[in-house]
């Protein structure tokens, strides 16, 4: 089993930034892909970001131009930079992972247990 910890989450004021971490751990074959999503309160998880095994990356339109993802050439850990907050970006931010744990075994898909961001006003 892989295991996601995220961390770099806090409270920030409007314009600020912040700097997310998710490390991957345990039985680790290999790294497909790695992403973030967030859920707000009364909302759906929704896509953040995601970079693939060959680099290519993706971003929700409400965060393109102001956050990035990155990584390695191990793809672990990534990193979410959020620049330029705005209060709407609040939400517990959760990393997922798409690894095979064991060489041979179909890849599965690992979540974090999810950072806290909150951004002010």
């Known amino acids: 089993q892989a295991r996601l910890l995220e961390s770099g989450g806090g409270l920030v004021q409007a314009g600020g930034s912040l700097r997310l971490s998710c490390a991957a751990s345990?039985?680790?074959?290999?790294?497909?892909?790695m992403g973030w999503y967030r859920q707000a309160p009364g909302k759906q998880r929704e896509l953040v970001a995601t970079?693939?095994?060959?680099?290519?990356?993706n971003y929700a339109d409400s965060v393109q131009g102001r956050f990035t993802i990155s990584t390695n050439n191990a793809k672990n850990p990534v990193y979410l930079q959020m620049n330029s907050l705005k209060p709407e970006d609040t939400a517990v931010y959760y990393c997922n992972g798409d690894i095979s744990p064991t060489r041979g075994t179909p890849s599965n898909r690992y979540w974090g247990q999810g950072t806290q961001v909150t951004v002010s006003s």
């Open positions: 970079i693939t095994s060959g680099g290519s990356t």
């Open positions: 345990g039985s680790i074959f290999s790294i497909n892909a």
